[in-house]
């Protein structure tokens, strides 16, 4: 999975975060209870994720040892009888947060005593504990918010949940995670659910997933993707930052994939837990070379790969001036290029040409002109909007070169 570079990303105007980590993922289908598979006894599995020292902190702080007894007790009944909410520490605001951090846990832990608990809550059912601790942060939210705020708390709280049971591996669990699968509309969750299926044995998402891999956008079809790459241990993406080109190309593999071997492949929990916990292997990082592994670098800032920072990379890009126009162009106008990095070209093309203090040839100016023109009518709508931003600007430039 080398081609998984996404920028950070942060939970929307609050603090819970779902457990990406562990496989948060989003998705359509109908599929037969009969299809399930039921194994006789839970699955253990040695490797277990490291433990977050933040996260254990926030449980530590909250008065919540992260054991399994004290975290499914936790999980069914809150916090201890008599707390008052505004004694408890300031951080995180949202005591949502601590929820979700006491169900990353036991998944990291395997915890299966609270297997029950969870189904309920993936559901949409939670505990009387966890109740109490949702309506308290509801009532912190303006009287407009609070009906929004709930709801995209309790998609968190069932996100969380079902990965969680997927990682904990309760054979019970297959009933509830089909239930949720079988009903669920939003594809986030479902997907969450077929790839914990998957997890526990079960072949019932399989088909689902594939078929969404072929709706070919940047979000559930780029999660369908990743849930197959974890069960089956092949990368055909799509990336987050695929082209549409190259999207519909892994969509037509999965779908390949699917004819030779949808009718005998068995999802085997063993190595796709070895898959999603294993830490990847960082790279030994360098400076960038290329005008492109440049760009690289200001698309994916964070990125291990590379030993300076955005700045760095961005100022060598300019400083190359017009040698560098030749390989932008080329980039520009690659359809099946990955489009962070295409849109850094267009802007450090654009801004190469329109600089006052060296601007290149009448000729090079031109031809960057004509290139970002020609993207206006580009298939992917957001290789469109830099053009559509950038024009002006080349346009102007070329007038004045004459």
Not at 115 to 122: D, I, S, V
Not at 215 to 225: I, P
Not at 320 to 339: C, F, Q, S, W, Y
Not at 347 to 367: E, G
Request: aromatic share 8%.
């Amino acid at each position: 999975m080398n081609e998984k570079r996404k920028g950070n990303t942060s939970a929307a105007n609050t603090d819970i975060r779902t457990v990406k980590t562990y496989a948060s993922l989003i998705v359509f289908l109908v599929f037969s209870f009969s299809t399930v598979s039921f194994s006789q006894s839970a699955t253990t599995f040695p490797i277990h994720a490291p433990a977050d020292p933040a996260r254990l902190e926030r449980l530590k702080a909250h008065g919540i040892a992260a054991v399994p007894a004290v975290l499914t007790h936790f999980l069914e009944n809150g916090f201890a009888p008599g707390t008052q909410f505004t004694d408890l520490p300031a951080t995180p605001a949202l005591k949502t947060q601590v929820v979700v951090d006491a169900i990353v846990e036991c998944a990291r832990q395997q915890v299966l005593s609270v297997a029950p608990t969870l189904g309920r809550l993936a559901f949409g059912l939670p505990s009387d504990g966890v109740r109490r601790i949702i309506q308290w942060d509801i009532s912190q939210q303006r009287p407009s918010e609070r009906l929004r705020f709930e709801n995209d708390t309790m998609k968190t709280l069932r996100l969380n949940a079902v990965v969680a049971l997927g990682l904990i591996g309760a054979p019970q669990s297959v009933y509830e995670l089909a239930v949720v699968f079988d009903r669920e509309k939003e594809s986030d969750l479902k997907i969450a659910a077929a790839l914990a299926l998957a997890t526990l044995g079960s072949r019932a998402g399989l088909s689902y997933l594939v078929d969404e891999t072929s709706r070919a956008n940047r979000t559930s079809s780029v999660a369908a993707g990743e849930a197959l790459a974890w069960i089956t241990g092949l990368d055909y993406g799509p990336d987050t930052d695929f082209p549409i080109a190259r999207r519909k190309e892994s969509a037509a593999k999965w779908k390949a994939w699917w004819r030779r071997e949808g009718r005998t492949f068995q999802p085997d929990r063993a190595q796709i837990l070895a898959r999603r916990l294993t830490p990847p292997i960082r790279p030994v990082p360098r400076p960038p070379r290329t005008v492109r592994e440049c760009l690289d670098c200001v698309a994916y800032p964070n990125d291990p790969r590379w030993s300076v920072d955005f700045y760095t990379a961005h100022t060598q890009l300019l400083q190359m001036g017009a040698r560098a126009l030749d390989e932008l162009e080329t980039i520009v106008k690659d359809k099946n290029e990955n489009l962070r990095i295409r849109r850094e070209a267009v802007l450090v093309l654009t801004q190469i040409i329109t600089a006052a203090n060296r601007r290149p040839p009448a000729p090079q100016v031109q031809r960057a002109y004509r290139a970002v023109w020609w993207l206006r009518f580009d298939r992917n709508p957001e290789i469109r909007d830099i053009a559509r931003q950038c024009l002006p600007r080349l346009k102007k430039a070329k007038e004045t070169n004459g």
